[in-house]
């Protein structure tokens, strides 16, 4: 998979995920894709000071986008400083 492709997949799992997140009054945004391996994201509005914001991550984002990317390897979620 193109370094295009992994973008184009990444971003057809975050479509996915955003109607659940905007439900509960939150969105993410992909940030980064590093080494094809390594997704950054950042969730927000309401995900941002949720307090089971990481196992959202965990088990929806990061199961979702390697659905659709096996070889992403991990998915980080990047706080801006002060939140």
């Known amino acids: ?6 973008k184009i997949n990444v971003e057809k799992a975050l479509e996915e995920i955003r ?3 905007q439900s509960d009054g939150g969105d993410i945004s992909l940030i980064s894709i590093d080494d094809d391996k390594s997704v950054k994201v950042k969730l927000e509005g309401a995900c941002v000071g949720c307090s ?7 088990s929806g984002v ?22």
């Open 62 to 83: 990061e199961m979702t986008i390697k659905k659709y990317v096996p070889q992403i390897e991990e998915v980080i979620n990047v706080a801006e400083k002060g939140n």
């Open 1 to 6: 998979m193109t370094s295009e492709e992994v």
């Open 19 to 21: 109607p659940f997140l």
């Open 52 to 58: 089971v914001n990481q196992m959202t991550l965990k």
